[in-house]
């Protein structure tokens, strides 16, 4: 048996009420000593501790009830540990410095148009707009996190496949990390909108939830009792190649009858008879629009019916307690999500078995993914602070 060193101890510790300061929010010294499991003296030591490095304040909670001394609140100081985070996307790509506590202090994006959607020019322009922004704001990340569409290996960020942006086994953890100078995290954009919502949105407090978004393709993130479930050899949530079709349309990955041909953006352009080469601004009026229609339904015809097969399917493989719908599922009219959630709940065995299964919108809107991004780099970086 091998027993911890007490600075190993103290690490831990340090560690662990970091993160539920950071994933918190300002807390009082009390409350931190329940959810750890900590006297009040180690507490103090550990508050003392950050305080004293410039990673917390404390401060008398304003409303303090009742006799005695208030517990002092333990506030998360954002500058004081300060991560870059990168959402790659098909058209465009964005930038963030996100500080501890996970607010936003400064941002920038700009548009992918032919050469720019080349790895190596996204990876100069990232690393030209990050040292702006640092040099503006006067921060200095510790961390990068990167968001990309595609099938990534997290061991090393390897993007093995991002087809919609052309990309075929790129190094991209590598060529960040050399033109950034600090660790880089990349992930699945899916998977880290999955743990975005599961640290900061309408999956906080769930333990096991899916995360199902329509972008140009259909991806997804799993939740398992709290943590992101990885594949193998990390490659996992490829939800939208699911073959739900047999004989269906022919998908960019090789397969047939994937549910991404049936209920990704294409498909929804043709549900809602858009031409072909219609924006995905288009797609999001119309959806809007029908809001308005008397029956969104039917209007949608097929649509629902595979949106709806589609997650009976996850919902039975993963038994999870929540759904959240990302990106342009977000815009189905609300008659669509309430029929889905009661054919889910009717279909679903699982679904019967555990007495139901939220199914939700996704509501962190387009900062979701360097949301996510943010938390993969904070992951690595809150055991080090
Ligand atoms: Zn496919």
Redesign the pocket.
């Known amino acids: 048996m091998t027993v911890a060193r007490p600075d190993e101890v103290r690490r831990y510790n340090r560690a662990a009420l970091l993160r539920l300061l950071h994933k918190g929010g300002p807390t009082t010294r009390a409350a931190l000593s329940t959810e750890l499991g900590l006297n009040r003296s180690t507490i103090k030591m550990l508050v003392d501790g950050l305080a004293g490095d410039g990673v917390v304040e404390e401060r008398v909670p304003r409303l303090a009830q009742g006799a005695g001394r208030p517990s002092l609140l333990v506030l998360p100081q954002a500058q004081a540990v300060v991560v870059l985070a990168v959402d790659v996307q098909v058209e465009h790509a964005g930038i963030a410095l996100v500080g501890l506590g996970g607010e936003i202090l400064g941002r920038n994006s700009w548009n992918l148009r032919g050469r720019q959607r080349e790895p190596e020019e996204v990876v100069c322009h990232v690393a030209e707009s990050a040292a702006l922004l640092a040099q503006d704001l006067g921060l200095r990340p510790v961390a990068a996190g990167v968001s990309v569409p595609g099938i990534v290996r997290r061991s090393d960020g390897m993007v093995h496949g991002a087809a919609n942006l052309g990309w075929l086994d790129v190094p991209l953890g590598e060529r960040m990390g050399t033109a950034l100078g600090v660790p880089v995290v990349v992930g699945n954009d899916a998977e880290l909108g999955a743990l975005a919502e599961f640290v900061r949105g309408v999956g906080r407090g769930a333990s096991d939830a899916v995360f199902v978004s329509a972008d140009v393709g259909v991806g997804g993130g799993i939740i398992a009792q709290g943590a992101l479930l990885r594949g193998s050899a990390g490659y996992l949530g490829e939800i939208?190649?699911m073959t739900v079709r047999p004989g269906g349309r022919r998908?960019?990955?090789?397969?047939v009858g994937?549910w991404?041909?049936e209920v990704g953006e294409a498909a929804l352009r043709r549900a809602l008879g858009l031409g072909e080469g219609r924006p995905r601004g288009a797609i999001v009026a119309e959806l809007h629009e029908l809001q308005r229609d008397p029956d969104p339904v039917a209007r949608l015809g097929d649509y629902v019916d595979w949106l709806i097969l589609g997650l009976v399917n996850v919902v039975n493989v993963f038994g999870p307690e929540l759904v959240v719908l990302g990106d342009l599922f977000t815009a189905l009219p609300t008659p669509v999500v309430d029929r889905a959630r009661a054919e889910v709940r009717a279909r679903s065995m699982v679904s019967r078995a555990q007495g139901g299964v939220r199914i939700e919108k996704s509501t962190l809107g387009p900062d979701l993914k360097l949301l996510g991004a943010a938390e993969a780099a904070f992951d690595s970086v809150l055991t080090r602070v």
């Open positions: 939208g190649h998908c960019h990955c090789g397969n994937c991404e041909t």
